[in-house]
Structure formats: C-alpha cells, structure tokens
C-alpha cells in the first residue's frame, strides 16, 4: 500500500472545493438564466400590452383636444352673444329710459293739477311718492311741503 503524501491531499482537497464551488455557480447561472428568460418574457408581455394602450391614450388626448377647441368656439360665441345684448341694452335704455321718465312725470304732473289735492284724506305711512327712482316717505314729504311755505 501507498501512503498519501500531503500534497496529494492538499490537491484532492482543491479538487473537491473546486468542484463544489463550479457546482454551486452552475446552480447559480441556471437560476439566473431563467431569470432572464423570465423577465424578457415579461418585457415582450409588457411591451405588447403597452402600445396598444399608448395609441388609445394618444387617440383620447386627440378627442379631447377636438373638444376643447370646440368649447373655447362655443365660448367665444357666447362672449359675442353678451357683448351684444350689452349693447343692445345700452341702445334700449337710451332711447326710451328718458323718454319715459319724462312721459311719467308729466303723466304726474297732469294728475296732480287736474285732480288737485284732497284735503279731508289722511296722508298715511303707506303713501309714497316716487321721484325718478327714489322714493320720499309720506312723513318726509310732509316735512319738505311746510318748510316751503314757512319760507
């Protein structure tokens, strides 16, 4: 028989680790090539799905966009709308606002004068007299009536 020397040993020794260490990296490599496999499948998976997506996204951005420009049509329109009602209200209310304040008051004036003043009827609190857009209580108007006369 054959003694072992320690070199001998020593290289049994590294073969061994050596082949475990190839081993566990083997191992290692498989794993991560299918790893790899794996996540290249979910690329492929994701990139699929993803432009059609892309394209309904690009496709709604372009409605809305119609849209918008249809809305800002609609507004300018409107805006046109009030500017001429404005103008118009203007136009209305110059040309018979004072017209028909002045058909008013002498509409009043002709009442008073023809009718004259009763003066047996109480004046009471519920009485007004409007003066273009204004009204005087009963009281007040009273009040201005006698000082007029006092002067």
Same mark, same amino acid.
């Given at each position: 028989?054959?003694?072992?020397?320690?070199?001998?040993?020593?290289?049994?020794?590294?073969?061994?680790?050596?082949?475990?260490?190839?081993?566990?990296? %083997?191992?290692?490599?498989?794993?991560?090539?299918?790893? #790899? +496999?794996?996540?290249?499948? #979910?690329?492929?998976?994701?990139?699929?799905?993803?432009?059609?997506?892309?394209?309904?996204?690009?496709?709604?951005? /372009?409605?809305?966009?119609?849209?918008?420009? /249809?809305?800002?049509?609609? %507004?300018?329109?409107?805006?046109?709308?009030?500017?001429?009602?404005? %103008?118009?209200?203007?136009?209305?209310?110059?040309?018979?606002?004072?017209?028909?304040?002045?058909?008013?008051?002498?509409?009043?004036?002709?009442?008073?004068?023809?009718?004259? /003043?009763?003066?047996?009827?109480?004046?009471?609190?519920? +009485?007004?007299?409007?003066?273009?857009?204004?009204?005087?209580?009963?009281? /007040?108007?009273?009040?201005?009536?006698?000082?007029?006369?006092?002067?």
């Amino acid at each position: 028989m054959r003694t072992v020397s320690g070199g001998e040993v020593a290289g049994i020794l590294v073969a061994v680790f050596w082949a475990i260490l190839v081993s566990f990296l %083997a191992v290692a490599l498989a794993r991560l090539a299918q790893t #790899l +496999r794996a996540t290249t499948k #979910l690329v492929a998976d994701v990139t699929d799905q993803a432009v059609p997506l892309l394209a309904d996204a690009s496709q709604a951005v /372009r409605s809305a966009q119609t849209q918008i420009d /249809r809305v800002d049509a609609i %507004a300018s329109d409107v805006q046109e709308v009030t500017s001429n009602a404005s %103008a118009l209200s203007t136009t209305v209310a110059s040309t018979f606002g004072g017209p028909l304040v002045k058909v008013a008051a002498f509409g009043y004036g002709v009442r008073r004068a023809l009718g004259g /003043r009763k003066e047996d009827a109480p004046a009471g609190p519920t +009485r007004r007299t409007v003066i273009v857009g204004r009204t005087v209580p009963a009281a /007040r108007r009273g009040r201005r009536n006698r000082g007029n006369a006092e002067k």
